[in-house]
């Protein structure tokens, strides 16, 4: 084996190994480093989908020095040390030095405002990506916000996750420090402060009323800061947990109160505390799609326009961020970025893209875990959807048919319906053809 040309920094965490797992599905070697060689090890051994794969184990101490060292030569490098505001920068420092592409999963909102006011340009003159929260969030909030702006006259956005799944110790440090530390909205163009309070809202699918948060004020109000027509964008959080939700907001208003005019330091030292206070001990199970079910939600506004879009939680929290850090990690591998710089992950991959790449991974791909198949794997099934959906592309370039692409689990039939070659919508000419089809293709069927 060569030398891998992608690293994993913090592989032996938990969104590492997920992310380690996607890599060697697709077939990509990497490196994984981290300051304890011994549990990288251990750890990647526990990843069963990791045998046969091609990767190597590599210690490097976390300083710029090493990290340089350890990613000259490399194309891309996925940060996963978190909280970014307390441990990023060396990374971040040692990517540019190397002329590496940069990923990394954060949530903090303040560590996004720094890439941007101080890396992007740096990083955009080398040709170089800049991919700050390469996750679900912020990027499901993305896809439906982008949809949402197909409707001319949208100048809003209202978004929310609702989420259910239990956060990992790093995660667990990032929120409580970004839950404590300031959370911007955007508001007619200008970064309004959220108030040290919970907001209640009702996401679809529930009749409880949940409390949410700004989680830190969210990736989208950063980068739609710049955009010609959206001028106000807010971003909240759900975890259906409102004896938790309560407890977050009881300890923003206690760092509020006691440690707003402390040093960074000590600002650092005390959320890091309380977050270990309830981090997850040991080693988490993987997410169960039936239980870590997401849920975004997207309305927008303009002085006549009003649309809403949802997106199903289609690759549940951490196998989301393996996902899409994998697949975008390809993309830039094969240099079939889009765009380079600060930006969102998906401007690199391509919004219709990466959302077929979170269905191979998500309610599909479930599915065919769950129901035994005589004929259909994932691969099989992801592969055959991508053929059909080329030989349309190509034998039926100017029809303006709708065509079902037919996936039969044995027990479940499955009919996609696809969108015309030349639209990036459906309209109701399109869903009355479809269904007309779908409609005899169901006929004669006694199951």
Not at 3 to 9: A, S, W
Not at 213 to 239: I, K, M, N, Q
Not at 272 to 299: F, S, Y
Request: contains cysteine.
């Amino acid at each position: 084996m060569g030398t891998p040309k992608v690293v994993i920094y913090g592989a032996s965490g938990y969104t590492g190994k997920h992310l380690a797992w996607k890599l060697a599905a697709k077939g990509i070697p990497f490196i994984a480093a981290g300051r304890n060689k011994q549990r990288l090890e251990e750890q990647l051994k526990s990843v069963p989908e990791l045998k046969g794969a091609e990767y190597q184990v590599v210690a490097v101490e976390h300083d710029e020095a090493a990290l340089t060292k350890l990613l000259e030569g490399k194309t891309v490098v996925h940060n996963l040390v978190g909280p970014y505001m307390q441990l990023g920068k060396p990374v971040l420092h040692a990517a540019l030095a190397a002329g590496c592409h940069y990923l990394d999963c954060t949530g903090e909102q303040d560590w996004m405002y720094l890439l941007k006011a101080e890396y992007a340009k740096k990083f955009a003159d080398r040709g170089l990506a800049l991919l700050a929260a390469s996750g679900p969030m912020w990027n499901l909030g993305m896809i439906a916000a982008e949809t949402v702006l197909e409707t001319p006259g949208i100048d809003s956005l209202d978004i929310v996750y609702t989420l259910a799944g239990v956060p990992s110790v790093s995660s667990t440090l990032s929120f409580m420090r970004m839950c404590c530390q300031p959370q911007n909205h955007l508001v007619n163009r200008q970064r309004v402060l959220w108030p040290v309070e919970g907001v209640l809202v009702a996401p679809p699918g529930l009749h409880e009323v949940q409390i949410a948060l700004p989680w830190s004020g969210g990736g989208e109000a950063v980068w739609y800061e710049d955009h010609a027509r959206v001028h106000t964008c807010s971003t909240l959080v759900t975890f259906r947990n409102n004896a938790f939700m309560n407890m977050v907001i009881a300890r923003a208003k206690e760092f509020a109160a006691n440690y707003r005019d402390k040093s960074r330091e000590e600002q650092e030292a005390v959320t890091n505390k309380w977050a270990m206070e309830i981090a997850p001990q040991g080693d988490l199970p993987r997410e169960d799609w039936n239980l870590h079910r997401a849920w975004v939600t997207c309305h927008g506004r303009g002085t006549t326009q009003v649309r809403s879009v949802g997106v199903p939680g289609v690759a549940v929290g951490y196998v989301g961020s393996g996902a899409i850090g994998a697949f975008v990690i390809d993309t830039l591998l094969r240099g079939q970025q889009k765009a380079v710089g600060f930006v969102p992950a998906m401007h690199v991959v391509g919004r219709q893209q990466l959302v077929e790449e979170l269905n191979a991974h998500g309610v599909l791909g479930e599915l065919l875990k769950l129901i035994p198949t005589s004929q259909w794997s994932l691969s099989s099934a992801t592969s055959y959807a991508r053929m059909f959906r080329g030989a349309v592309n190509v034998h039926a370039r100017d029809d303006r048919e709708p065509y079902v692409l037919k996936f039969d689990l044995d027990r479940l039939l499955i009919l996609a319906l696809l969108r015309p070659a030349d639209r990036d919508h459906f309209t109701l000419e399109d869903l009355y053809r479809g269904f007309r089809t779908v409609s005899k293709m169901l006929e004669g069927r006694a199951d």
